[in-house]
Structure formats: C-alpha cells, structure tokens
C-alpha cells in the first residue's frame, strides 16, 4: 500500500486521476449496497404473484377435475366456495400495485382478473349449494356446474399463457343500441 501512496506522491498530476477513479467506484460500490434489497425484493415480489397466479389456477383445475367423479351436493360446493374464497382472499392481500409492470398483459392484472373468477365461481357455486338444499344432485347440475367451471377455468389458462383474450360480442338490435332480450 506504501507502494501506491509514494507513486501517487511522485505522479501527482495523476493524484487526481485517481482520486476520481476512487470516488466512481466509492459511488458505485454504495449504489449496488443501497439497491441490491430493492431488486431483490423486486424479484421476491414476481415470483410470489406468479404462485399465488399459479394456486388460483390450480384451484379451479382441482375442483373441475375432481367434480367429474361425484354428483354434487350442498356441502361439496360450500367446501369449493370456500376454497375459491380463501384463494381469492389471499390474492386479494397481495400488494399487487408495487409490481413493475402494469400495463394491460402484467401479473397485476393476471392477479385482479384471477381474484375476480375466484370470486365469481364462489357466488355461482354458493347459488347451486341453495338449489340443491333438500333434494340431491343430478348428472345435468352436474354438467352445469362443470361447463361453468371449466369456462373459467380455460378463461384463467388464457391469462396465464398469455394467449390473446376474444371480447364478447354483445347482441345489438337494428338500430345498433344493445339489445335486452336474445
């Protein structure tokens, strides 16, 4: 080190030189140390929501599959409503908005649009437990419930993948206002 120093003092026209090499790498060296959590945290955030993308797919393809082998019955839908519920919580908790990317394809809005099938198959699932009190399940409920089952869940793998999402096509009447009746 003694070394350097009396180069340094017998050069001194490159002192300066090196003093702001010194600094740069000074600057750097605190820049990496200051936002090296940031990136971390960053990385930590986008794998935690491509799970949670991942569970709430994984819990609409479970009960579809399953549901195939049981007519249904009250308490098997609250057991599912109850699972898409919970799901659909913890999507609901993440900080969704402290993602990089929010634009119309990002894991924020694949985790909004997951969250809200979620919570909608809870609702059509809630209904079909109250028309089935009292009576048993038929092998038509049960394609019903699974048509409407898996119509989310390939909405949710289209998300997913990345696959180009087709808008509905509302009917219209003549004069081009939308139609209420079909």
């Known amino acids: 080190m003694s070394n350097v120093v009396t180069w340094l003092e017998n ?14 790498f000074a600057l750097l060296i605190t820049y990496l140390t200051a936002f090296a959590p940031v990136w971390r945290r960053k990385r930590q955030m986008k794998k935690s929501a491509d799970r ?16 195939a082998h049981f007519l249904p019955f009250p308490l ?8 898409m519920t919970i799901v659909a919580e913890e999507i609901s908790r993440f900080p969704v908005f402290e993602l990089d990317d929010q634009g119309s394809r990002s894991a924020a809005r694949h985790l909004l649009a997951t969250s809200a099938t979620l919570s909608a198959l809870r609702l059509f699932l809630e209904t079909m437990a109250v028309e089935l ?14 048509s409407f089952v898996g119509d989310r869940l390939e909405a949710i793998r289209t998300i997913i993948t990345g696959s180009e999402i087709k808008r509905p096509v509302w009917p219209t009447s003549p004069d081009g206002l939308f139609s209420t009746s079909q």
């Open 11 to 24: 050069h001194d026209k490159l002192a300066g030189w090196a003093q702001f090499f010194g600094a740069t």
């Open 52 to 67: 949670l993308l991942s569970n709430g797919y994984e819990t609409i393809e479970s009960y579809h599959r399953t549901s």
């Open 76 to 83: 098997s839908l609250r057991q599912a409503a109850l699972t």
């Open 133 to 146: 009190d009292g009576r048993d399940g038929t092998v038509e409920d049960q394609e019903a419930i699974r």
